[in-house]
């Protein structure tokens, strides 16, 4: 699972001038590419030891490679077009290549997929290029229901294509090294190379274990390898998310991210997690509520990213992401989640600013801080594992997410950027962070601002009118204010007592898996209310997501990559 946020519906009138002709000209396309705002992504390699060094350029060739699949994934016209499209100099060519390209096909994903090009279908296919194109959901399902079950696996796997049999048009499953193999042979070639050169152990188990699966599809040795790896180079490359499976969600993109370990944030995050039961321990919530033995932690892992392709690289970008998804390999050895630190600095510097400029006081856009920003993404994450989760009602055993049903998400989003903001001021009271003013009003105003882009996703989605229903309350209790000319500020002297009430009332509600107070809470708060929709108008000229440019990767292996 990934972490982009599904804006694609709730925007799509604010997003891109509406397309009076059949198609955009060139100039629309380039206010419909403006939307992704270009921004250079840079990691440090200066750690790396020579056998490293040599291992990640390998990695780095095989971006183009799962590149190339994932078109061919997307529309069965897609690499023709791709060809086309790239040998077209003409203006017009170019601003479809380029908007094709951040795509990854003529679909334009802010809106509603619908097509940007002519002699394509109208809107992106539901079973994408897994299925054939004219196969629909009942042929699938009568097909499948009369195979033997070892066949109806084959059918369902996450692995294989369904294609027709050119004889007698029947359906038939054809697994990814087969359907793939002019990409993945070249592609187990690079990672046993890359094997070969590294020097960590973990890294180059995993590598070879990959490359095997990448000729006989089993995955999960190399899931489970995945878990493991331990080492300076952090990959992330295969067959995962199933979104762009909208027929039946079964068959798997491939997708790649090649990044380094953030070792100052794992630090960070290793130091966080050894006071979680303290921070468990204090929370704002009656004593008996409280859990006095956490369970295991998900592990996290903060990388900066090199390069992304495939799945992992187009249209909106993604931030963080958690895998594997196969549930044999979770039940066995669990999930990690991966944040890629530097892909939420280029979102905070060319989204989180401009939006500061617009809604903060003057005095308060100073205290705006990337460093903050990322911090309390972590607690945020972090603060998913504590508070109440398995819960018992009247005396029945149960959990929040069953008795909070639809409002689980949007309480637990909420629960969790507020605890997050309470277990750092819990660390700057204890000294486990530095605090003092400067400290706090960073955090307190860069989550304020932050607060804005969230809110742009609007309140249809779980964060979106979890942050509606944290900014009216903090609002309503003086926490912040907002100025004659719409801007807001953080009241310093009442931030705290707000967020800790708020905390208290959220975790209160989860502890009494408490549906009817979740129900009136979100009624009266998770709206947007007058004064912050003037505010979001004014948002609508700053991009909407960023457009990655591989700086390091480009320097590594110039003349290598795509397109
Ligand atoms: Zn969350």
Same mark, same amino acid.
């Given at each position: 699972?990934?972490?982009?946020?599904?804006?694609?519906?709730?925007?799509?009138?604010?997003?891109?001038?509406?397309?009076?002709?059949?198609?955009?000209?060139?100039?629309?396309?380039?206010?419909?590419?403006?939307?992704?705002?270009?921004?250079?992504?840079?990691?440090?390699?200066?750690?790396?030891?020579?056998? *490293?060094?040599?291992?990640?350029?390998?990695?780095?060739?095989?971006?183009?490679?799962?590149?190339?699949?994932?078109?061919?994934?997307?529309?069965?016209?897609?690499?023709?077009?791709?060809?086309?499209?790239?040998?077209? !100099?003409? *203006?017009?060519?170019?601003?479809?290549?380029?908007?094709?390209?951040?795509?990854?096909?003529?679909?334009?994903?802010?809106?509603?997929?619908?097509?940007?090009?002519?002699?394509?279908?109208?809107?992106?296919?539901?079973?994408?290029?897994?299925?054939?194109?004219?196969?629909?959901?009942?042929?699938?399902?009568?097909?499948?229901?009369?195979?033997?079950?070892?066949?109806?696996?084959?059918?369902?796997?996450?692995?294989?294509?369904?294609?027709? *049999?050119?004889?007698?048009?029947?359906?038939?499953?054809?697994?990814?090294?087969?359907?793939?193999?002019?990409?993945?042979?070249?592609?187990?070639?690079?990672?046993?190379?890359?094997?070969?050169?590294?020097?960590?152990?973990?890294?180059?188990?995993?590598?070879?274990?990959?490359?095997?699966?990448?000729?006989?599809?089993?995955?999960?040795?190399?899931?489970?390898?995945?878990?493991?790896?331990?080492?300076?180079? *952090?990959?992330?490359?295969?067959?995962?998310?199933?979104?762009?499976?909208?027929?039946?969600?079964?068959?798997?993109?491939?997708?790649?991210?090649?990044?380094?370990?953030?070792?100052?944030?794992?630090?960070?995050?290793?130091?966080?997690?050894?006071?979680?039961?303290?921070?468990?321990?204090?929370?704002?919530?009656?004593?008996?509520?409280?859990?006095?033995?956490?369970?295991?932690?998900?592990?996290?892992?903060?990388?900066?990213?090199?390069?992304?392709?495939?799945?992992?690289?187009?249209?909106?970008?993604?931030?963080?992401?958690?895998?594997?998804?196969?549930? #044999?390999?979770?039940?066995?050895?669990?999930?990690?989640?991966?944040?890629?630190?530097?892909?939420?600095?280029?979102?905070?510097?060319?989204?989180?600013?401009?939006?500061?400029?617009?809604?903060?006081?003057?005095?308060?856009?100073?205290?705006?801080?990337?460093?903050?920003?990322?911090?309390?993404?972590?607690?945020?994450?972090?603060?998913?594992?504590?508070?109440?989760?398995?819960?018992?009602?009247?005396?029945?055993?149960?959990?929040?997410?069953?008795?909070?049903?639809?409002?689980?998400?949007?309480?637990?989003?909420?629960?969790?950027?507020?605890?997050?903001?309470?277990?750092?001021?819990?660390?700057?009271?204890?000294?486990?962070?530095?605090?003092?003013?400067?400290?706090?009003?960073?955090?307190?105003?860069?989550?304020?601002?932050?607060?804005?882009?969230?809110?742009?996703?609007?309140?249809?989605?779980?964060?979106?009118?979890?942050?509606?229903?944290?900014?009216?309350?903090?609002?309503?209790?003086?926490?912040?204010?907002?100025?004659?000319?719409?801007?807001?500020?953080?009241?310093?002297?009442? #931030?705290?007592?707000?967020?800790?009430?708020?905390?208290?009332?959220?975790?209160?509600?989860?502890?009494?898996?408490?549906?009817?107070?979740? !129900?009136?809470?979100?009624?009266?708060?998770? #709206?947007?209310?007058?004064?912050?929709?003037?505010?979001?108008?004014?948002?609508?000229?700053?991009?909407?997501?960023?457009?990655?440019?591989?700086?390091?990767?480009?320097?590594? #292996?110039?003349?290598?990559?795509?397109?």
């Amino acid at each position: 699972m990934r972490t982009v946020f599904p804006i694609f519906f709730f925007l799509m009138p604010l997003l891109s001038a509406p397309v009076s002709a059949a198609y955009p000209n060139a100039a629309q396309l380039r206010q419909m590419a403006a939307k992704f705002a270009p921004t250079p992504l840079t990691a440090d390699t200066s750690r790396l030891n020579a056998g *490293d060094m040599a291992a990640l350029k390998k990695l780095l060739e095989i971006g183009p490679l799962i590149d190339r699949i994932f078109l061919d994934q997307l529309w069965s016209g897609n690499t023709a077009m791709y060809g086309k499209l790239r040998d077209d !100099k003409s *203006d017009l060519g170019r601003a479809r290549f380029h908007l094709f390209w951040i795509s990854k096909g003529p679909w334009s994903d802010l809106d509603g997929h619908k097509a940007f090009l002519p002699g394509v279908p109208e809107r992106k296919l539901q079973g994408a290029n897994f299925y054939p194109d004219d196969m629909t959901k009942a042929e699938f399902e009568t097909w499948v229901a009369h195979l033997p079950p070892e066949k109806a696996k084959e059918a369902t796997s996450f692995f294989t294509v369904i294609r027709r *049999d050119p004889a007698t048009g029947h359906l038939r499953a054809i697994p990814y090294y087969d359907e793939y193999q002019r990409y993945l042979k070249p592609a187990a070639k690079l990672l046993r190379e890359a094997a070969a050169l590294t020097t960590n152990a973990s890294l180059k188990h995993f590598l070879e274990l990959r490359a095997a699966a990448f000729l006989d599809d089993n995955y999960r040795p190399s899931d489970i390898a995945w878990m493991d790896i331990d080492a300076p180079i *952090d990959i992330t490359i295969g067959p995962y998310e199933t979104y762009n499976d909208e027929l039946f969600g079964y068959k798997a993109a491939f997708e790649s991210y090649i990044c380094l370990r953030d070792e100052e944030e794992t630090k960070k995050v290793a130091s966080f997690s050894s006071h979680l039961q303290d921070v468990e321990n204090h929370l704002p919530l009656e004593p008996r509520y409280l859990n006095h033995k956490l369970g295991a932690l998900m592990p996290i892992r903060v990388v900066n990213e090199i390069q992304s392709s495939g799945d992992g690289n187009h249209g909106v970008q993604t931030a963080a992401f958690n895998l594997p998804n196969d549930e #044999v390999v979770v039940q066995q050895k669990g999930s990690k989640k991966v944040m890629l630190k530097n892909v939420q600095h280029a979102k905070f510097d060319s989204i989180l600013v401009p939006i500061s400029k617009d809604v903060l006081t003057p005095a308060a856009q100073p205290e705006l801080n990337f460093d903050w920003f990322f911090t309390h993404i972590l607690a945020h994450e972090l603060s998913h594992g504590i508070g109440p989760h398995e819960i018992e009602v009247n005396g029945r055993k149960t959990s929040v997410r069953l008795e909070l049903k639809d409002l689980y998400s949007t309480i637990e989003e909420a629960k969790a950027d507020i605890t997050g903001l309470y277990m750092l001021q819990y660390f700057f009271d204890s000294g486990i962070l530095p605090g003092g003013e400067k400290a706090e009003h960073g955090l307190y105003t860069t989550f304020l601002a932050s607060a804005f882009r969230t809110l742009r996703f609007g309140t249809l989605e779980a964060h979106g009118r979890g942050m509606a229903l944290q900014f009216n309350y903090l609002m309503d209790h003086d926490a912040f204010r907002a100025t004659r000319d719409g801007r807001f500020e953080v009241n310093y002297a009442e #931030v705290k007592q707000g967020v800790r009430d708020l905390t208290h009332e959220l975790l209160t509600i989860e502890a009494r898996g408490d549906y009817s107070g979740a !129900k009136s809470l979100l009624d009266k708060l998770g #709206v947007v209310r007058p004064q912050v929709q003037q505010a979001l108008d004014r948002l609508s000229r700053i991009p909407v997501d960023i457009e990655p440019e591989f700086v390091t990767a480009n320097q590594l #292996v110039p003349d290598k990559l795509n397109p």
